[in-house]
T-cell receptor
Framework: AQKITQTQPGMFVQEKEAVTLDCTYD???????LFWYKQPSSGEMIFLIY??????QNATEGRYSLNFQKARKSANLVISASQLGDSAMYFCAMREALHTGTASKLTFGTGTRLQVTL | DTEVTQTPKHLVMGMTNKKSLKCEQHMGHRAMYWYKQKAKKPPELMFV???????INESVPSRFSPECPNSSLLNLHLHALQPEDSALYLCASSPADREKAEAFFGQGTRLTVV
């Protein structure tokens, strides 16, 4: 069974500063994918960034980067130059490898609420 | 088009009512999902459809009945719900057979059972 842990229920960051949101995971599968999603108060889950277990380099997407430390089983999200619009709930999620050629489930951590202040 | 469209956005129903939630995507994704999200909690998987066949049912009560009539549509039929079923119901889709298969989510249906 897989498990995702986000230990920060809430975080504050000043506008234009960088912030790191923590995520650790546990899986016995050698092949897996890690995702970060943003959920504003409107409810929609917005995909931010993906890291595959065999990827050699850390993923980056604009102001988002993923600090992937495989041996420590951590996949922290770094948001640079924070903006007021970044205030939202952030979820780390994991998908195990597909073994049967059919869809597998995406399991979410408990989330971190980020508040960007002036 | 990278949208997943869910209707209705809000729904209030009595415990004896029958209603349906609808979800549509035109990205060619062959995997579709229903998630339930209670306030201040992460989404919890309910069902997964792969190539229009139910592949995962996370022991969801039978008062929730999913249906995938074609590769673009996903329905969730609701009958005899309880007040504790009030939640945000999220639909998602993704490619069915790739590890890097980010799920695209709709805006959800906020369901209140009275």
């Amino acid at each position: 069974a897989q498990k995702i842990t986000q230990t920060q229920p809430g975080m504050f960051v000043q506008e234009k500063e960088a912030v790191t949101l923590d995520c650790t995971y546990d899986t016995s599968d050698p092949s897996y994918g890690l995702f970060w999603y943003k959920q504003p108060s409107s409810g929609e889950m917005i995909f931010l960034i993906y890291q595959g277990s065999y990827d050699q380099q850390n993923a980056t997407e604009g102001r988002y980067s993923l600090n992937f430390q495989k041996a420590r089983k951590s996949a922290n999200l770094v948001i640079s130059a924070s903006q007021l619009g970044d205030s939202a709930m952030y979820f780390c999620a994991m998908r195990e490898a597909l073994h049967t050629g059919t869809a597998s489930k995406l399991t979410f951590g408990t989330g971190t609420r980020l508040q960007v202040t002036l | 088009d990278t949208e997943v469209t869910q209707t209705p956005k809000h729904l209030v129903m009595g415990m004896t009512n029958k209603k349906s939630l609808k979800c549509e995507q035109h990205m060619g994704h062959r995997a579709m999902y229903w998630y339930k999200q209670k306030a201040k909690k992460p989404p919890e998987l309910m069902f997964v459809y792969s190539y229009e066949k139910l592949s995962i049912n996370e022991s969801v009560p039978s008062r929730f009945s999913p249906e995938c009539p074609n590769s673009s549509l996903l329905n969730l039929h609701l009958h005899a719900l309880q007040p504790e079923d009030s939640a945000l119901y999220l639909c998602a889709s993704s490619p069915a057979d790739r590890e890097k298969a980010e799920a695209f989510f709709g805006q959800g249906t906020r369901l209140t059972v009275v």
